[in-house]
T-cell receptor
Framework: DQQVKQNSPSLSVQEGRISILNCDYT??????FLWYKKYPAEGPTFLIS?????DKNEDGRFTVFLNKSAKHLSLHIVPSQPGDSAVYFC????????????FGAGTILRVKS | GAVVSQHPSRVICKSGTSVKIECRSL??????MFWYRQFPKQSLMLMAT?????????EQGVEKDKFLINHASLTLSTLTVTSAHPEDSSFYIC??????????FGPGTRLTVL
């Protein structure tokens, strides 16, 4: 049972435009959500996170939105840069489960210059 | 801050041998470390969780006798793949947490078993 789903395997965006990466989850007990960026043959790099008590968190070009009623979160990157091209993973955590992360399958973002 | 290193980055070994992978948190104390495995074009699969000074907790389906985990200090955890076989070939990634939700990942180790 996939508790965290990233339904778009890939996304292509023009440099300077907005990239929107989506993530859905099924477990209403998740209380913390994170986005990671990963290049091939490297470990994931933490980007931004959001607690379930918030609906928005912003850090520079990255903004994460959380819609708890829809069990949906999204990562907005604006403006998109070619260096943003990577795989983006959405992850969710429950404090009760020892803060283990449940990852989505990832979305490949390609930013075209 | 929050740098995690892994060593080696790449290892090739013969079938039947054991391989040890080290994971270190360089600038913070990691109360919990996690070991993941990633197959090509797939997501990260959590193998086990380890807390300093205690036995690791393995996820369902992960053989604890095959994947030995030692979290000897607040900055070091090791994963030993014992009697490795070609099906153990994979990308192994560790992460470390200082107690909060956020995990910081190492660069990964590519294991190839011939």
């Amino acid at each position: 049972d996939q508790q965290v789903k990233q339904n778009s395997p890939s996304l292509s965006v023009q440099e300077g435009r907005i990239s929107i990466l989506n993530c859905d989850y099924t477990n209403s007990m998740f209380d913390y959500f994170l986005w990671y960026k990963k290049y091939p043959a490297e470990g994931p790099t933490f980007l931004i996170s959001i607690s379930s008590i918030k609906d928005k968190n912003e850090d520079g070009r990255f903004t994460v939105f959380l819609n708890k009623s829809a069990k949906h979160l999204s990562l907005h990157i604006v403006p998109s840069q070619p260096g943003d091209s990577a795989v983006y993973f959405c992850a969710a955590s429950v404090q009760e489960y020892g803060n283990k992360l449940v990852f989505g399958a990832g979305t490949i973002l390609r930013v075209k210059s | 801050g929050a740098v995690v290193s892994q060593h080696p980055s790449r290892v090739i070994c013969k079938s039947g041998t054991s391989v040890k992978i080290e994971c270190r948190s360089l600038d913070f104390q990691a109360t919990t470390m996690f070991w993941y495995r990633q197959f090509p074009k797939q997501s990260l699969m959590l193998m086990a969780t380890s807390n300093e000074g205690s036995k690791a907790t393995y996820e369902q389906g992960v053989e604890k006798d095959k994947f030995l985990i030692n979290h000897a200090s607040l900055t070091l955890s090791t994963l030993t793949v014992t009697s490795a076989h070609p099906e153990d070939s994979s990308f192994y990634i560790c992460s470390a947490s200082g107690g909060g939700y956020t995990q910081y990942f190492g660069p990964g180790t590519r294991l190839t078993v011939l």
